[in-house]
Every structure is written in C-alpha cells, then in structure tokens.
C-alpha cells in the first residue's frame, strides 16, 4: 500500500512539473566573444580557487600531524 501510494505521490509530482519543462527553450545568440569572456572569467576564479585550496590542504596536513614538540635551543656561535 505505502508502494502504492509513493508512487502515485511521485507522478503527481512530476506531472505538475512537466508543463514547466516542455515550455519553449529560449534561443542563445551569444557571440564567440561572450563565450570568450565567460571562460576568462572561468579562469580567474580557478586561479583564486587553486591557492586556497592548497592552503586548506596544508591546514589539514598539519593537524594530522603528531602533537608532540620538543623545543630547541638556540646556539650562538662565539667570535
């Protein structure tokens, strides 16, 4: 019963649905210079992302790393 009732659930769903998806696709008449554009803008925020993702690797590199620290002392050479 719950079968039964799952389905009709999700074809009244879908069926809500499928006037919005068969409505008429809009026309793309973009030139070869916005798609140019919009790839530029691609790249520069790919080479922001690339940074801080390194970054976040090291964070996460570090603190699986081993607690403990032994701290050393300084030696000074004498003239």
Do not use: N
């Amino acid at each position: 019963m719950k079968h039964a009732a799952g389905l009709t659930m999700l074809l009244a769903v879908l069926g809500g649905a499928a006037p919005a998806l068969a409505a008429g696709a809009r026309e793309d008449s973009s030139g070869i210079v916005v798609w140019i554009f919009l790839g530029f803008c691609a790249l520069i925020v790919i080479a922001q992302l690339m940074p801080a993702v390194l970054m976040m690797l090291g964070v996460v590199k570090s603190v699986g790393r081993d607690k403990e620290f032994t701290p050393q002392k300084a030696q000074h050479k004498a003239k």
